[in-house]
Every structure is written in C-alpha cells, then in structure tokens.
C-alpha cells in the first residue's frame, strides 16, 4: 500500500479505535462486561468492513481508475446495507449487549467516514504529474504535438 494511501488508513482508524475505546468504557459502566465486548465487536467490525472497502476502492483505482467513482458509490452503498445486516442479525444475541454493539457500531461508522472524509481533504495528491524532463518552451511545445 503507498504511502498516501496507509496515511489515509491511519488517519481514519485512529479516530475509529478510539471512539471504539470510549463506546467500550461506557458501554461497560452502563451495561456490565457483556456491553463493553457488544463494543469492542462493533468496533473490530467497522474497522475491518471500511479497512477492506477502502483496500478494494484503493486497488480499482489503480487498476480501473474510470470505474472509480462508481465504484466508490456502490462500496460505501454495500458496506452500510453490510453493516446493518450484522446489526439485524445480533439483534437478539446473548453473546453481548446488543444495544452497545448497535450503537457502537453507527457511532465507529460516522466516526470513520468523517475521518477519511477528512484525511482525504487534507492530503496534497497531484492531479497531474509534472514534467520535469523538458526543460525549455520549445522542447515541451516540441513533445506536445500529433505524435504519428
């Protein structure tokens, strides 16, 4: 993974795995031990749902870079239906507190988005790269024309 694109990993789930902490300390005052572990599963699987969705939009981007968009649309479209089919689907789970894990779970997703929402603002990503190899006008209006 490049540079750029860990750093926007980072930047995404450190505000994630934090607000996972926090859910899990409260959920474990107001809910016992099972709401803290409800808040640790929701927050390993926001981790890794938006971790992978953004691998898999990193890696069409490379490879199909004019899907990307769409792509991008219908990833983030798969993860939230994803995400609230796991939420469906513990809704009666005695393994945790469901409540904590649902909440936790909506909580992580808002947190991440807006974290990589932010990361991707911040970072200076170069739409075009600069041609440094032509170093006077004439020899870049030379390059620029018809080719055949």
């Known amino acids: 993974m490049p540079s750029n694109d860990a750093r926007?990993?980072?930047q995404a789930a450190v505000p994630t795995a934090a607000v996972g902490t926090v859910a899990a300390v409260v959920s474990a005052v107001v809910a016992g031990g099972k709401g803290a572990i409800g808040a640790g599963?929701?927050?390993l699987?926001?981790?890794l749902f938006m971790g992978l969705g953004l691998y898999v939009l990193q890696r069409t981007a490379k490879t199909l870079p004019h899907l990307?968009?769409?792509m991008g649309l219908m990833l983030y479209a798969?993860?939230?239906l994803l995400l609230f089919v796991f939420m469906a689907a513990f809704k009666?789970?005695?393994l945790f507190n469901p409540r904590a894990f649902a909440f936790t779970l909506l909580a992580g997703t808002l947190v991440w988005i807006a974290a990589q929402t932010r990361a991707h603002m911040k970072s200076k990503i170069l739409y075009v790269e600069p041609?440094?190899?032509a170093s006077s006008p004439a020899e870049k209006a030379e390059?620029?024309?018809h080719s055949s």
């Open 131 to 133: 041609d440094s190899t």
């Open 41 to 43: 599963v929701g927050t």
């Open 68 to 70: 990307f968009q769409a």
């Open 143 to 145: 390059r620029s024309g």
């Open 45 to 47: 699987i926001v981790i």
């Open 8 to 10: 926007v990993l980072i």
């Open 78 to 80: 798969a993860q939230i």
């Open 92 to 94: 009666e789970t005695t």
